[in-house]
């Protein structure tokens, strides 16, 4: 049996204390470069998906592993992990935070972000808990999920990344007189991030009150989200999500932890029984290709290549 405990690191939810500013001039980075992506060689089968803990790696790790034989990058979106929602309790309001890490990042998204979208590569920001009682899922208006929604839209512009998602875990929901998780919150913050960013992707991490909380007053966010994949290592879970089979990862895998035969079979089993997503967590600096190439051969038929 596979065990439903995740492994998952969060460092990156103990977030340091400063505050990142999202003032939208002065010194950030912009998605401009001068220079076209150049578009990656065809690769047949699932999107894989790689979460990267930038408290301790570089983004930089997954444009090092292609297809032997020139069949193209192993991973289809890399996951920045992770910005946090934290709580200002002065003003009673959620605010969106960047650790030292995370903002190293982003302001050196010449290096870290843009290399991998000019391989083709989507690279996108989660967003965690942070033990401050705010979370996605217990915004008090409509008004108050929107403005959590802009901020969100608007680094995803500032810093040229392609998309958000949303991991609701740890928020500690009722810590500092904040409210218990409601039905509206998840999709009104949902909704209005669409709006704002309709060609981004917005991908579901499913996992706490917000997962569970997708409809409301008639309407459904499901359809909304580009991805959603199972948050436990080592195991096959499908996504309670209306979405098709495309869009979901029922296969979840720790690099370096689910071992290399419970990774091809969750591969082939993606494979079998037609999804079209595969997700992995915590892609170091080391060389682990022999990792990658447990399930590459069963996505795509071929052995993963590391290049330093």
């Not at 170091?284 to 590391?306: I, K, M, P, Q, W």
């Amino acid at each position: 049996m596979f065990s439903l405990v995740r492994s998952r690191v969060r460092t990156a939810a103990f977030a340091l204390t400063a505050v990142a500013a999202l003032a939208f001039g002065g010194t950030a980075a912009t998605a401009a470069t001068g220079t076209a992506a150049a578009p990656a060689p065809a690769k047949q089968g699932p999107t894989s998906v790689a979460y990267v803990e930038v408290n301790n790696n570089s983004m930089r790790n997954v444009g090092k592993y292609t297809l032997a034989g020139g069949g193209g990058n192993v991973f289809d979106v890399a996951v920045v992990f992770a910005a946090n929602i934290n709580y200002d309790t002065g003003k009673k309001a959620a605010y969106l935070h960047f650790n030292e890490n995370v903002q190293r990042v982003l302001d050196n998204a010449a290096t870290e972000i843009r290399p991998l979208q000019q391989k083709g590569i989507k690279v996108v920001l989660s967003v965690l808990g942070n033990h401050e009682g705010a979370g996605f899922a217990n915004f008090p208006s409509q008004q108050a999920a929107s403005a959590f929604a802009k901020s969100l839209s608007d680094t995803v512009a500032k810093y040229g990344l392609d998309g958000i998602d949303f991991d609701d875990e740890y928020a500690d929901y009722g810590n500092n007189g904040t409210g218990q998780p409601n039905d509206s919150s998840f999709v009104h913050l949902v909704t209005a991030l669409r709006a704002n960013m309709p060609n981004k992707i917005i991908s579901l991490y499913n996992i706490g009150p917000a997962a569970s909380r997708l409809s409301y007053g008639g309407v459904d966010i499901s359809s909304k989200f580009d991805y959603a994949w199972n948050p436990y290592y080592g195991s096959w879970q499908v996504p309670g999500v209306a979405l098709p089979k495309s869009k979901l990862s029922p296969a979840a895998v720790e690099i370096g932890r689910t071992s290399q035969s419970t990774a091809a079979s969750l591969a082939r089993r993606t494979v079998s029984e037609g999804y079209g997503v595969y997700l992995t967590y915590n892609l170091d600096g080391a060389n682990r290709s022999a990792d990658v190439s447990a399930f590459t051969r069963e996505l795509y038929g071929s052995d993963a290549v590391y290049t330093p």
